[in-house]
């Protein structure tokens, strides 16, 4: 006897989102990092900034007012600059993975006893239960972890019985894992 269940739904805005967020979560080590990486990065630029001012208003010969000041904002101003920049670049990237969830598309999940199979526009994901980490309710829906890849089912992507939906696909990793 084989069980199947399969779900169908159209991925909205915050579905997409919620995707996004859980397709590759980093770990907490990873976002420690990230944060340590933006203060570097911020620093340098300070220092380069500030550098830039004294050999600026020194060979320039400004003064030293500006001896004094120059310096103070070329480093604010790298800083900010640095901010705009990175801001820029990660929206620019959150936007290209958002355009991969084309929100109004529509989603299908497969599971069995073999495992799991997601269809999308732009992909075709298979993976037995072997390969599946976690099986997990959220407040978003259920979260489905292999490795390091998470896929997010939103609670309406669940059907008209979310709750028993979620039992059935955890009763069915934790027979077959």
Same mark, same amino acid.
């Given at each position: 006897?084989?069980?199947?269940?399969?779900?169908?739904?159209?991925?909205?805005?915050?579905?997409?989102?919620?995707? @996004?967020?859980?397709?590759?979560?980093?770990?907490?080590?990873?976002?420690?990092?990230?944060?340590?990486?933006?203060?570097?990065?911020?620093?340098?630029?300070?220092?380069?900034?500030?550098?830039?001012?004294?050999?600026?208003?020194?060979?320039?010969?400004?003064? &030293?007012?500006?001896?004094?000041?120059?310096?103070?904002?070329?480093?604010?101003?790298?800083?900010?600059?640095?901010?705009?920049?990175?801001?820029?670049?990660?929206?620019?990237?959150?936007?290209?993975?958002?355009? @991969?969830?084309?929100?109004?598309?529509?989603?299908?999940?497969?599971?069995?006893?073999?495992?799991?199979?997601?269809?999308?526009?732009?992909?075709?994901?298979?993976?037995?239960?072997?390969?599946?980490? &976690?099986?997990?309710?959220?407040?978003?829906?259920?979260? =489905?972890?292999?490795?390091?890849?998470?896929?997010? =089912?939103?609670?309406?992507?669940?059907?008209?019985?979310?709750? &028993?939906?979620?039992?059935? =696909?955890?009763?069915?990793?934790?027979?077959?894992?």
């Amino acid at each position: 006897m084989t069980d199947t269940l399969a779900l169908n739904y159209a991925v909205d805005d915050a579905s997409a989102r919620d995707m @996004l967020d859980g397709m590759m979560p980093a770990p907490a080590a990873m976002q420690r990092l990230s944060k340590a990486a933006s203060i570097s990065l911020s620093a340098i630029a300070m220092i380069i900034g500030m550098l830039t001012g004294f050999v600026i208003s020194f060979y320039v010969g400004l003064g &030293e007012v500006a001896f004094s000041i120059l310096p103070i904002g070329l480093g604010i101003g790298c800083v900010v600059a640095c901010y705009v920049w990175a801001r820029r670049v990660n929206k620019q990237v959150r936007q290209s993975q958002m355009d @991969l969830m084309r929100p109004g598309s529509p989603v299908s999940y497969t599971f069995d006893n073999s495992g799991l199979h997601l269809t999308t526009w732009y992909q075709n994901w298979q993976t037995s239960w072997a390969g599946v980490t &976690e099986v997990r309710t959220s407040d978003k829906g259920l979260v =489905i972890m292999c490795g390091l890849v998470g896929f997010v =089912i939103p609670r309406a992507g669940l059907g008209d019985h979310p709750d &028993e939906t979620s039992t059935q =696909i955890t009763n069915l990793w934790t027979q077959h894992k």
